[in-house]
């Protein structure tokens, strides 16, 4: 009850700060992007010190305003709290805390004041919580937000903003799970959540396959033995696919790596690791082209990684990069082959078969990987694909296969399958034919699919108990997929079934006499038909 009533309370603060950023004009654009989701960042952040801080300081808890016992302590004792707090708590002054702010609302150029505020937490945090662009650049967490708005408005709106925080506190809400941010996650973004901010941007890819993919790459009963990992996505987006990962394996036994093209992604990203207490891996996301410029490294060779996620843009114009793709360097990451530019439709080149041929050439020699990719890639009789699954038979680095419903997103029209790499699997591979599975809803203007929790569970248990299960699922041994040319569609495993019917000899002599009558029917017909024909051709005459 009480995480349902903080959702609509969270929830309520989002709808208040976007209500503030429309009546300014500044509805879902690019401004209201960066302007909520700072402020709920800098909201967060200001909350969680003051719970961490009352936890460690029995004074701060006690007193009617945690803010006031904080100012009262010395430089040192408040350096000493802070170094009890944790990496993954903003290190904040008292003139960083909201109550300062809305004191000094009214304060000439308040504005100023705000966003200076905001950008010295930025720049007293920017170790922990800047993200890294491929060229070595830092992001700050927050950026001038005020600029946003027209000169004259903008005291006006900080202050309107500082009063609806006011009313708001985090501090009850620390202590929930996954589940719970990351519906409040989904809600902040919703309206920002389109691939139009970025080249390769993929924000969110739905629960549903978020959550098969996690229970299939770390199933029940290896969560909470798994640590000590890396997890990895080339092509991040918002991060859901990790944050499921991670919060399978636990957010304190894993480390995340990310590398997304897309500034706006990436900022998504480092909100989402925030939220999920995943701190400590802000330092491993990336801001840069992922197969142009590969940043995570051991040397000169990919840096390997024990998990890694990822739903990939599927077609895409890359041609402009394509003659430094195809290098003596990406020789063996790019084994498959690179796509050709075609004279016309050059945003349909196939870009995902890049990042899934990058995915191969990252995962470790134990490791394992799940990549959304369109079904056309799993029976593909030729060209890159096709020499993408070979390799992925020859060298037995395959778990399975999952194809899913239709309209699973609801943003395209392209079938989906799930493709579960092993890199130590010798065994059987999986095949699992879910097309048929789940409810068709409207969203929006768009029509989707969606599956239910049970639908879910069902794909997750058969998948892991490796399970063949008629007309919907088959384990099948990488010999049998060489002899079906490579073939990873479940159905071409199917068995194909003959009903035979045990008749008397009398009811087999009816039915054939039955079908001899037929016959003589019809060929009388026919013979009727061809001197009819014949007679009006007869009748024909040259005028």
Known sequence: M??????????????????ICASNGLGNSTGEFEIITQVFLYKFLNDKF???????????????KWEEALVSMSEDELEMLQLQMGGDTAR???????????KQQYAPDFARLFDDTLIDIAIENNDVFAVMTDSGEKVQLFTRISENVTVSKRDAFCRAIINKLVEFSFERIFTQKFDFYATIFEYLIKD??????GKYAEYYTPHAVARIMAEILVPKDVQGKVKNVNCYDPS????????????????????????????????????????????????????????????????????????????????????????KLDSKENKDRFFAGIP???????????????????????VKPNGKAAVVVPTGFITAQSGIDKKIREHLVRNKMLAGVVSMPSNIFATTGTNVSILFIDASNDGDVVLVDASNLGQKVKDGKNQKTVLTPFEEQQIIDVFNARKAVEDFSVAVSYN??????????????????????????????????????????????????EAEIKEHLTGLKYE
């Open 2 to 19: 009480v995480e349902l009533e903080f959702q609509q309370k969270t929830k309520t603060l989002i709808d208040s700060l976007k209500s």
């Open 50 to 64: 003051a719970f961490e801080a009352k936890k460690i300081d029995s004074k701060v808890a006690s007193s009617e």
């Open 92 to 102: 904040l002054k008292p003139h960083h805390f909201l109550s300062h702010l809305f």
């Open 192 to 197: 920002y959540n389109s691939n139009s901010g």
């Open 236 to 323: 991040a987006g918002s991060g859901t696919l990790l944050m499921n990962v991670a919060h399978a394996i636990g957010e304190n036994r894993c480390s995340i790596y990310t590398q997304d093209i897309s500034k706006k992604s990436s900022n998504l990203l480092r909100l989402n690791l925030i939220l999920n207490n995943l701190v400590h891996s802000i330092p491993n996301v990336i801001e840069g082209d992922t197969l142009l410029h590969p940043h995570h490294k051991d040397g000169l060779q990919l840096k390997k990684f024990d998990y890694i996620v990822s739903n990939p843009p599927f077609k895409l114009d890359f041609s402009d990069i394509r003659s």
């Open 340 to 362: 050709k530019a075609p004279a016309k439709a050059k945003d349909k080149m196939a870009i995902y078969s890049l990042f899934l041929q990058h995915i191969i050439a990252s």
């Open 480 to 529: 049998d997929i060489e002899a079906k040319n490579y073939s990873l569609s479940a159905g071409q495993y199917f068995d194909v079934k003959i009903e035979y019917v045990d008749i008397s000899p009398e009811e087999f002599a009816q039915k054939l006499q039955n079908f001899t009558n037929d016959l003589d029917g019809l060929f009388s017909q026919s013979r009727e038909l």
